[in-house]
């Protein structure tokens, strides 16, 4: 039987990272507590970018529309659950394309994530109701990782996944790296051409951190990727699919939830 490899690819949690409020400096937080090497992937929760940026928020701030209304009250008759319609309000503005009313809210937010409820998070928010998600998240990444020693940075997070049970942890922003790593025009083993392979490396490298960043009151939010290569490939940062190339949204416009 063989040994373990001694050498590859680590994935470690930046320890004793304080509660993050407004304004805290992401990067130096971090580079206090950890020696990063110029080629780490330092992946930092959306959350904590959210409270840095000031992204919490009360759910006075939304007064509910008539659409609002509308959504809250539908979505109450599919679940028989009582609904928020400023909650409603809030991921209504927080999106650009509202995909399904019920059983639940299917958005998609204003940088093109697909998500439930616009990723708005209502736990853990200390001083407000809500936390939303960051606004731009890849000029967030830039902007932590113009402060660091490391030069890649994905902002992650979790979220569900059709066809699946469970949460996986996702890139919503990155900076310093492809979001894709395309091995069209490469060849197998068998010496056969790859022609649709794409490998979307940011959500790869978001869900090994989210393996080690933990959830709930004991997860840290900021994990290091040690020794990733991304290799002699081409390199893409088209993440999010287009409208015209997403079947499955097209799909869903199409189909209603009956709710009678």
Excluded at 64 to 80: D, F, I, N, S, Y
Excluded at 104 to 120: S, Y
Excluded at 208 to 214: C, K, R, S, Y
């Amino acid at each position: 039987m063989a040994d373990a490899p001694s050498e590859g690819m680590t994935v470690f949690p930046v320890p004793d990272l304080p509660e993050i409020t407004p304004e805290d400096d992401i990067a130096a937080l971090v580079s206090d507590r950890v020696d990063l090497r110029p080629d780490d992937v330092v992946c930092v929760a959306s959350t904590v970018v959210s409270k840095a940026e000031g992204r919490v928020a009360d759910l006075e701030d939304f007064p509910a529309g008539p659409r609002a209304r509308e959504v809250a009250a539908r979505l109450e008759r599919a679940t028989g659950e009582e609904k928020d319609p400023q909650f409603a309000q809030a991921v209504l503005e927080e999106s650009t394309d509202l995909l399904m009313e019920a059983p639940f809210l299917l958005t998609e937010t204003r940088f093109g994530h697909v998500t439930v409820n616009a990723g708005i998070d209502r736990s853990n928010v200390p001083g407000g109701d809500l936390l939303l998600l960051p606004r731009r998240p890849d000029e967030s990444a830039a902007r932590i990782a113009s402060g660091l020693d490391a030069e890649r940075v994905v902002v992650t997070d979790t979220c569900g996944r059709p066809f699946r049970h469970g949460q996986r942890g996702v890139a919503v922003g990155w900076a310093g790296t492809p979001a894709a790593r395309d091995w069209r025009g490469e060849h197998d083993r068998e010496g056969r051409e790859l022609g649709v392979t794409v490998q979307a490396i940011v959500d790869e490298l978001a869900a090994a951190a989210n393996l080690v960043a933990g959830e709930g009151a004991g997860g840290t939010p900021v994990v290091v990727v040690r020794d990733f290569e991304f290799g002699d490939h081409d390199g893409s940062d088209a993440l999010f699919r287009d409208v015209e190339g997403d079947f499955v949204r097209q799909a869903l416009r199409g189909w209603s939830f009956e709710d009678d």
